[in-house]
Structure formats: C-alpha cells, structure tokens
C-alpha cells in the first residue's frame, strides 16, 4: 500500500528492518558490529572492520549538520512533482561526520518537505531528527537545532 | 608486474546508427545495424567474429544479435555491469579476451531506446524501495540528476566550484557538437546567457547540466595487434584498461563514505595509469564520461588531470575546448550535445581521434583517453596510436 505514489521503504527488508523499527519507536539508530561496536551506514551484513555477521542497534543522538542538499524540479514522479520544489538533504551525525543520512529539512514532525524556502538552507547548519508518520511508515525527517 | 594486455590488441572496426528520438528500427535492429557497420569498417566478415562482449543492462541478447548479424561459433562472451560505467570495461574486456586467445575477433556493443520514458531506469522504480534505495528515494532523491545534484552542492562548497565551471563544460561540449553533423545538437548553439537562465531539473544542476536523451547503437570491433595491422583502418591499439569499484563505494550515492567525493575516477585510475607507460601529462584529449556536467569536474580530478578540487579552475579560459585547450574533452559533443548512449559514443570517439578523423581533430592525438561512467563502478581505457 503506497501513499498516493510516494516512495516508501520495504519496513521489512531484513538487512535494514531493524533501522526503521527504531524510527516507529521514534530513535535515530545505527547499525553497529555486534563484536567490534563499529558503526555502519547504510546496514550491511557484515563488518568490514572484523568480519563478524553478529548486528547491534545503537541508538544515536539524533543530531547533526547538513552535509548537503538538493532542491528538485520536474520533470519527477507525479507524487514528487506535486511537491516540487521541494528539499533533500544528507545529514552527518553530530557524533561521526562518517555516518550519515539522507532526508529532508522540515519545520516539524508533520511539515511538509516544500515548506522551508529551500534559499535559506546551509550546508553545515545543526539539525536535529523529527520523525514523521506516512502512511505504514514511519521516516526521519529533521528540523533546525536551534528553530 | 604481471605481463599486461598493453599494445595487444586494437580497436579496428567501429560502426553506428543514427541517433535520434522515436526511431522506428528495434533496439536489436540497431544494435545489428552498428555491429554489421563495425565489421564493414573494419573489413572483416560477420562469420569470423568470435567474442562478444555487452553491458548487463542491453536488452539485446547474444543470442539473437549472433544469428541476426550471421556471427560465427562465439568461443567468449561477457557483459559488465553498471549501466553507463560499464562502456569501456566491454571494450577492455573483449580486449582481454583476444589478448589471451579466447576468441580473435570481438565484437562490443551498446544499443538503446533511451528517448522511449518507459527505458529510464528511474522511471521503473517499483513503490516498496529495498537495497541501497531505501536510504536516499524516501526522501525524493529519485534520479540520476539528483543523486549527482547532491555531490555536486557539496564540491561547490569544498572547493569552491561554481555554475560557471559547470557552464564551461556545457559549452565546451556544444561548440564541440556544432563541428559534428551527427551530433544531436549539431545545429543548436548555446550561450552562457541561456545557460544561466535555463530551468532547475535538481538545484544546482540545470537543463543544460544533464546529458540528452537518445536513441541509437554503437559497436567496435576487436581483434590483436598482429591482425590490426592488416584491416582497413588504422588501428587503435588498446594500450591500458581498467575498471574502478573504490573500497565502500555506494552506487550513485555515493554519500556514506569517509570522502565522497573520492569516487570511482580515482581507483580506476590507480590502475590505469600503473599499467600504461604514459600519464596525465601524455594524454593529448579526452573523452570523459557525461551524463552530468560536474562528472567532468570529478574525473578531472580523479583520473590526474589537476590536483584535487582543481576540477573546476581547469576547465577556465577554455583549457577542455578545441583546438587551444590543453585537454580537448568530448570532441564530438559527448553525452551532453551529440548523443547519450550510455557513453559508448565516447568509445567510438577516442578511436576517431588516434585515426584522425574526428569532427574537432586534434593534432598529433597520439594518446587518447576514454572514461566510463563517474559517480558508478567505471573503467577506462587508454588508447594508442602506436603499439
Ligand atoms: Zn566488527
């Protein structure tokens, strides 16, 4: 079930299920090595530091800066489209620069991703994760540290 | 080192269709077409073909291409993955095959509807994202645009890089195409002006940013240097090769490592330039991968031409223009201006310039690089004009 064409995750993607049962949970996780505590990002089944296949979820703080950004025009997928222009951004966590994700820049948990004027966003502004709730899915979204 | 397949083979046939938009012939007729094209320029018959090498992503299978075209008993076939970085790693690799004796002539190819919507990969994205996707369409990072947009805003802040080194390359690359009747906007110019006025696709990338949208076929023929010496054409002699899957990498989105901005250009180029006796320095013009303006910038950088972040600078003062520049790049208009055929135009155009026989020839092109996608797991090839 899609949410009028938008693109959702498969929650259940065994690599990375563990990922987005901590956003339902509302927590910004990482995977991390079950044997060596290394984080990963994105989820992998195996740590390329020791090799071991055992997984953990550490939960982050939630917090970091924008790496960087893109605003998107059409021609996009009809759902996207509508929504254009709208803003996505990579964000490295406050914690290690190395682990980062992708999302957008939002006001608050229930703002949309066109709301902000995309001219105002920089790169290396703090943020902090939101999470917002689409359709059976729950994505990390973000909103400045200090709004 | 190992003995490498430096100077054991040679391209000696290539061949292509029209490019266009709604042409009417199958992907396989193209595909067919340019192959039997190759052969007649190379003057050897279909029967004698005996490899085959194609990207994973063509439609077109061995099978129906060979009895099509009326290709002899195949004794080795292979396809490389990667969409646009696998152009130059058929090549290489059907190099590699008739470099160790597992077929003499060899055949590579690409074919593609691209202009057709339903072809673009980005298109076709079922709606529950597995994989590497889920970490990036989520959150409207959809195509290719995007996915370069976002590399590309961070180069701009690392090193300064701006819309005007981009416009650099987007017009280099047209002046280039109105030399060239073939090209697909061989009679369009482009100004700076329209450059800067053009429309956002993904911000900071333009219009005039992006590669066109084609379709068309294109194939070479592949056989060894001892061969070569006896075809039609003057050979261009396969003098190095590789391909670049750098440690972490993350294809398209690539935003996961310790350094970005360090993408495949750079381990392909590790290997490149180890098993070729010449460098950077030799190369008299390039055809460098471009399905997007900045991957120019980036490969650049990575295959040696500047040091890193210089990506930008190098292209002022018309340093990647014909015929003043110090490194002619994509002399035919490349992906941007004449045709978008997952690069492998680039391949036929690296050939022309060790002939002679390009659209903006360079004088004594005796070393002629080509690169395969930017951005994606890539290969290159160094071609000769001697073996
Ligand atoms: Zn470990």
Redesign the interface.
């Given at each position: 079930m899609?949410v009028s064409?938008?693109?959702?995750?498969?929650v259940d993607?065994p690599t990375?299920a563990g990922f987005w049962a901590g956003c339902a949970r509302g927590e910004l996780l990482v995977q991390a090595c079950g044997a060596c505590g290394a984080w990963r990002?994105?989820p992998r089944p195996m740590c390329?530091h020791c090799r071991s296949v055992e997984v953990r979820w550490d939960r982050t703080s939630g917090r970091g800066r924008i790496?960087?950004?893109?605003?998107?025009?059409p021609p996009?997928?009809p759902a996207?489209a509508e929504?254009a222009?709208?803003n996505?951004?990579?964000v490295e966590l406050e914690e290690d620069p190395?682990i980062?994700?992708?999302?957008?820049l939002v006001t608050g948990p229930e703002g949309a991703?066109d709301e902000i004027d995309?001219a105002t966003i920089r790169?290396g502004e703090p943020v902090r994760v939101v999470f917002a709730t689409v359709g059976d899915?729950v994505?990390p979204r973000w909103v400045r540290a200090d709004g | 080192m190992a003995e490498t397949i430096k100077g054991r083979t040679a391209v000696v046939g290539i061949g292509q269709t029209a490019f266009g938009k709604g042409l009417p012939d199958t992907e396989l007729s193209l595909a067919c077409q340019a192959i039997s094209a190759a052969l007649d320029d190379a003057g050897i018959a279909p029967s004698e073909v005996d490899g085959l090498a194609s990207f994973n992503m063509e439609a077109d299978r061995e099978v129906d291409v060979a009895r099509s075209v009326g290709l002899g008993d195949i004794t080795f076939f292979a396809q490389v993955g990667y969409g646009g970085g696998a152009g130059c790693g058929v090549v290489g690799t059907a190099a590699m095959a008739v470099a160790t004796g597992q077929c003499e002539v060899a055949v590579a190819w690409r074919a593609r509807k691209r202009a057709d919507k339903a072809s673009r990969p980005w298109a076709q994205v079922s709606q529950r994202i597995t994989g590497h996707w889920q970490w990036t369409r989520p959150f409207g990072i959809l195509r290719p645009v995007d996915e370069v947009a976002m590399l590309t805003r961070r180069h701009m802040h690392e090193y300064g890089t701006t819309r005007d080194h981009l416009a650099n390359v987007a017009l280099a690359f047209r002046k280039h195409a109105n030399r060239n009747p073939l090209a697909t906007m061989g009679h369009k110019t482009l100004t700076r002006d329209e450059y800067m006025n053009a429309r956002w696709i993904s911000e900071p990338l333009c219009l005039y940013d992006n590669c066109l949208e084609t379709d068309g076929a294109l194939a070479v023929v592949i056989t060894s240097a001892e061969r070569a010496r006896d075809c039609r054409q003057p050979p261009a002699y396969v003098h190095a090769f590789a391909q670049g899957l750098p440690r972490q990498h993350q294809t398209m989105t690539n935003y996961f490592t310790d350094d970005p901005l360090r993408g495949p250009a750079w381990a392909a180029a590790r290997r490149l330039w180890a098993n070729a006796d010449v460098g950077p320095q030799d190369v008299k013009v390039a055809q460098l991968y471009d399905a997007f303006s900045p991957l120019i910038i980036l490969s650049l950088e990575g295959y040696g031409f500047c040091g890193r972040g210089e990506g930008g600078p190098f292209t002022d003062g018309g340093n990647i223009e014909w015929p003043d520049g110090r490194l002619p790049v994509n002399t035919s208009g490349g992906g941007m201006s004449e045709a978008y055929v997952h690069g492998f135009n680039l391949v036929l155009e690296g050939v022309r310039q060790i002939r002679g026989t390009s659209p903006c020839q360079v004088d004594g092109a005796d070393v002629s690089l080509v690169t395969s996608g930017e951005g994606v797991p890539t290969s290159a090839i160094v071609f000769t004009k001697d073996a």
């Amino acid at each position: 079930m899609t949410v009028s064409g938008l693109l959702l995750p498969d929650v259940d993607d065994p690599t990375a299920a563990g990922f987005w049962a901590g956003c339902a949970r509302g927590e910004l996780l990482v995977q991390a090595c079950g044997a060596c505590g290394a984080w990963r990002m994105p989820p992998r089944p195996m740590c390329p530091h020791c090799r071991s296949v055992e997984v953990r979820w550490d939960r982050t703080s939630g917090r970091g800066r924008i790496w960087s950004f893109i605003v998107p025009h059409p021609p996009l997928l009809p759902a996207y489209a509508e929504l254009a222009p709208y803003n996505a951004i990579v964000v490295e966590l406050e914690e290690d620069p190395a682990i980062r994700y992708a999302g957008n820049l939002v006001t608050g948990p229930e703002g949309a991703i066109d709301e902000i004027d995309p001219a105002t966003i920089r790169i290396g502004e703090p943020v902090r994760v939101v999470f917002a709730t689409v359709g059976d899915v729950v994505l990390p979204r973000w909103v400045r540290a200090d709004g | 080192m190992a003995e490498t397949i430096k100077g054991r083979t040679a391209v000696v046939g290539i061949g292509q269709t029209a490019f266009g938009k709604g042409l009417p012939d199958t992907e396989l007729s193209l595909a067919c077409q340019a192959i039997s094209a190759a052969l007649d320029d190379a003057g050897i018959a279909p029967s004698e073909v005996d490899g085959l090498a194609s990207f994973n992503m063509e439609a077109d299978r061995e099978v129906d291409v060979a009895r099509s075209v009326g290709l002899g008993d195949i004794t080795f076939f292979a396809q490389v993955g990667y969409g646009g970085g696998a152009g130059c790693g058929v090549v290489g690799t059907a190099a590699m095959a008739v470099a160790t004796g597992q077929c003499e002539v060899a055949v590579a190819w690409r074919a593609r509807k691209r202009a057709d919507k339903a072809s673009r990969p980005w298109a076709q994205v079922s709606q529950r994202i597995t994989g590497h996707w889920q970490w990036t369409r989520p959150f409207g990072i959809l195509r290719p645009v995007d996915e370069v947009a976002m590399l590309t805003r961070r180069h701009m802040h690392e090193y300064g890089t701006t819309r005007d080194h981009l416009a650099n390359v987007a017009l280099a690359f047209r002046k280039h195409a109105n030399r060239n009747p073939l090209a697909t906007m061989g009679h369009k110019t482009l100004t700076r002006d329209e450059y800067m006025n053009a429309r956002w696709i993904s911000e900071p990338l333009c219009l005039y940013d992006n590669c066109l949208e084609t379709d068309g076929a294109l194939a070479v023929v592949i056989t060894s240097a001892e061969r070569a010496r006896d075809c039609r054409q003057p050979p261009a002699y396969v003098h190095a090769f590789a391909q670049g899957l750098p440690r972490q990498h993350q294809t398209m989105t690539n935003y996961f490592t310790d350094d970005p901005l360090r993408g495949p250009a750079w381990a392909a180029a590790r290997r490149l330039w180890a098993n070729a006796d010449v460098g950077p320095q030799d190369v008299k013009v390039a055809q460098l991968y471009d399905a997007f303006s900045p991957l120019i910038i980036l490969s650049l950088e990575g295959y040696g031409f500047c040091g890193r972040g210089e990506g930008g600078p190098f292209t002022d003062g018309g340093n990647i223009e014909w015929p003043d520049g110090r490194l002619p790049v994509n002399t035919s208009g490349g992906g941007m201006s004449e045709a978008y055929v997952h690069g492998f135009n680039l391949v036929l155009e690296g050939v022309r310039q060790i002939r002679g026989t390009s659209p903006c020839q360079v004088d004594g092109a005796d070393v002629s690089l080509v690169t395969s996608g930017e951005g994606v797991p890539t290969s290159a090839i160094v071609f000769t004009k001697d073996a």
